[in-house]
């Protein structure tokens, strides 16, 4: 399949060529993977045989300016079809030929020059319906942000969404747009580059008759007007909307009954004896008799044919020029770093509920312990007493500051399945993606912990001087940082909020146990030492006390003292810990390798994934 190379090709927005796609398939057959088979089949609604296909044998063809409607029963294999047309589905998976322009489809570029739209939104609820498509078209368009613009306003216009242009999204906590409003806005985030394959699944579902209409009919002005090749599953069309498609593919338990003109479909139900009543839609009724039409197709099961396993093996051998192996996106990466950090700013801001609870969490906490810790230092014979209130104080603050940042996992989960789906389409590299969202977090983590240590290290009366806060304040901040990546690494490899919460919990506590605090180095088993390591407590925890007892004024610092006489000075305690006033830097590093390397984890885990098709 050759693909345009150059930039202006893949721009959108109307007004230049429009590459024209046929998409034929020869013979494909898909059937259930055997893991899958045994454990899922029960959700096809039909018998779990040795080999269950999904299709079998089907010969199609998509041609340009035309729209070709998939039907047919629930469990048909209208979704699957459609998924292996739109390159979601490895092609490695699958028997027989899937051709663009007559060339083997390269799945890969393919989806780039394509729209996919799939029955479920996954939308920022907190955007509004025209940043929604601004963000989308910036991301997806060659040109500068007038280009853009120009583009979204079209669009709204098309898809009827003007009047709530500047409303956001909604989710079901916070009310917005209508569910068809969504849909809409769902298959213009895929319009917005004006692709020249449009694939949509159930696009009219969940939507009024007169906005299913309207949306038919722009689907239709795009198809005859642009020469774009639409293909799109549906369920129950309207007679009205069903006038609109130029072919129709009726499927039924996996197999081909028509492909042909709706005038086509009901010539034959004729043939096979059946009158179709009045003010009855013909596609609907064919659906309800696929069995009378089963009989015209041959009935047997799907036979290993060499002969085309061999064409396909030949077929998939062919080395594809590697100019259609280059990956092609809109923007360089620093300008997709730019636009992502801007709409993550947005979503950061607009999210009260999280800004504001960390925020008043931050100051409340700051206050409540540094009232609960705060003990005088000038009594001789408290300072034994206030020595280990401070320890105690710097456990219990990692223990704070490490699992309150753990309710961003669910804003985590929610983005993964939008950058799943927008990555997919070659919208923006991972990497901008993990970039972008460190980005934005780094000045909102550094005020919550300003937020909390400038009223709790004065009030539990730690050492007083400026330097010394600072230092605390960027341990504090560093703290709060590594777990934020950590969590962001975890939410990238858990399938959902639950197992997700279960993970993190229980890796955080396994790190405080290891941590040093309630069980010295030297005590921990050998096969378990290598947690100490890892452990985000013992770093932070160090930098606490050697900023405390360390330096100069540790040497002359008294933490306990019997019968008037000082028995225990800050550096000696620092020596009994295995300590040096050098790792007050060196544990800042590993901390900040700590950050480093959980954010390269979470872009491998989610550079697998966006890399990983369905199989």
């Keep these: 399949m050759e693909l345009p190379t150059k930039k202006s090709e893949y721009s959108g927005g109307g007004g230049g060529d429009i590459i024209r796609y046929r998409i034929r398939t020869e013979k494909i057959s898909y059937k259930l993977p055997s893991r899958v088979r045994e454990k899922y089949g029960w959700l096809l609604q039909r018998e779990v045989t040795p080999t269950t296909y999904i299709l079998k044998n089907i010969t199609c063809e998509a041609k340009a300016g035309e729209i070709s409607a998939i039907a047919g029963p629930s469990g048909a294999g209208k979704t699957t079809l459609l998924e292996i047309l739109a390159g979601m589905i490895p092609l490695k998976s699958v028997t027989g030929h899937v051709l663009v322009n007559d060339q083997p489809m390269n799945a ?19 955007l509004t319906v025209e940043e929604t498509l601004m963000y989308s078209a910036r991301l997806r368009m060659h040109g500068g942000v007038d280009k853009a613009m120009s583009r979204v306003r079209e669009l709204l216009k098309e898809l009827g969404l003007e009047h709530v242009g ?23 985030v895929d319009l917005v580059h004006d692709p020249a394959v449009l694939l949509l699944d159930e696009p009219t579902s969940g939507l009024d008759s007169a906005s299913a209409l309207h949306v038919a ?86 036979e290993d044919n060499s002969e085309l396993e ?22 360089p990466p620093l300008k997709e770093v730019l636009i992502l950090t801007q709409r ?39 300072r034994r007493f206030v020595f280990h209130t401070q320890i105690g104080f710097f456990a219990f603050s990692l223990t704070f500051l490490l699992s309150s940042t753990t309710e961003g996992l669910p804003i ?45 290290y004065w009030l539990v009366g730690l050492r007083r001087e400026f330097d010394g806060f600072l230092y605390f304040s960027l341990v504090v901040w560093m703290v709060i940082l590594m777990s934020n990546s950590y969590v962001a690494c975890f939410s990238a490899l858990v399938p959902n909020f639950i197992s997700g919460t279960t993970l993190v919990a229980g890796l955080m506590g396994s790190f405080f146990l290891f941590s040093g605090y309630f069980i010295s180095k030297e005590d921990i088993p050998r096969y378990w030492i290598f947690m100490h390591y890892l452990s985000l407590f013992k770093y932070p925890f160090e930098c ?57 984890l979470c872009f491998l885990i989610l550079w697998c994934r966006t890399n990983r098709t369905r199989s």
């Design 544 to 600: 606490f006390i050697i900023n405390e007892y360390g330096g100069e004024k540790g040497r002359h610092r008294c933490l306990a003292s019997l019968g008037g006489q000082c028995v225990l000075y800050g550096d000696e305690f620092l020596v009994q810990k295995g300590l040096k006033q050098s790792q007050k830097w060196s544990n800042l590093g590993v901390m900040l390798g700590f950050i480093l390397g959980y954010r390269i």
């Design 217 to 302: 009919l722009l689907l239709k002005s795009m198809a005859s007007k642009q020469g774009k090749t639409i293909l799109l599953t549906i369920h129950q069309p309207g007679f009205r909307i069903l006038q609109l498609f130029d072919q129709i593919l009726l499927l039924s338990n996996g197999n081909l009954l028509h492909h042909g003109s709706l005038n086509q479909l009901e010539s034959r139900l004729g043939y096979a004896g059946y009158s179709i009543p009045r003010h009855v839609n013909v596609l609907e009724f064919a659906i309800e008799v696929t069995e009378a039409l089963v009989i015209s197709v041959e009935e047997s099961e799907v």
């Design 344 to 382: 993550f700013s947005k979503n950061i801001c607009r999210t009260k509920q999280l800004f504001a609870a960390r925020i008043i969490q931050a100051l409340f906490a700051g206050f409540v312990l540094g009232t609960i810790f705060m003990k005088s230092t000038h009594d001789d014979d408290l």
């Design 412 to 456: 985590y989960l929610q983005e993964r399945r939008i950058l799943m789906r927008e990555t997919s389409r070659g919208a923006y590299r991972v990497s901008s993606y993990v970039i972008s969202n460190t980005l934005v977090f780094l000045p909102f983590l550094l005020i919550v912990a300003f937020l909390y240590t400038t009223p709790v």
């Design 108 to 126: 890969k570029n393919f989806r780039r020059v394509s729209g996919y739209v799939t029955q479920d939104e996954a939308l920022f609820p907190l």
């Design 166 to 188: 500047n409303t956001r999204i909604g989710s079901e906590s916070n009310r917005g747009i209508s569910g068809g409003e969504k849909r809409r806005v769902s298959i213009g």
């Design 310 to 331: 061999e064409q396909c093996g030949l077929l998939r051998k062919n080395p594809i020029p590697s100019k259609e192996n280059k990956v092609l996106y809109a923007n």
